[in-house]
């Protein structure tokens, strides 16, 4: 099943990138773009706001496209413990955006 997963993710990267055209679409990959860049194994919701804080002025806007990313393999969300204050939601990237095969 791994080695199935490691043939066909690449592909799913390439056809989503395809698909484009609405918004939740153009700000997923842009949020693919950062993480590729910046090669990371985990993000939280708060610092993709924080870093791409032109495009998500909102942090409401984060939301659709961080959703799309989880339904399509390239985010996996953290279970997170409940501590004091607002616990920023916590995802692992997927090993080929980090090296940059999207």
């Known amino acids: 099943a791994i080695q199935i997963g490691e043939y066909l993710v ?12 609405n ?22 919701r708060r610092e993709v706001h924080q870093t791409l804080r032109t495009r998500f002025p909102d942090v409401s806007r984060v939301d659709p496209p961080l959703k799309l990313l989880v339904e399509h393999g390239y985010l996996r969300p953290i279970p997170t413990e409940r501590k004091r204050g607002r616990p920023s939601l916590a995802f692992d990237v997927h090993p080929a955006v980090s090296r940059g095969e999207f």
């Open 10 to 21: 690449p592909h799913a990267l390439r056809a989503f990138g395809m698909a484009g055209g």
């Open 23 to 44: 918004s939740a679409h153009t700000d997923a990959q842009a949020i693919l773009t950062w993480l590729a860049e910046d090669k990371l194994s985990t993000t939280t």
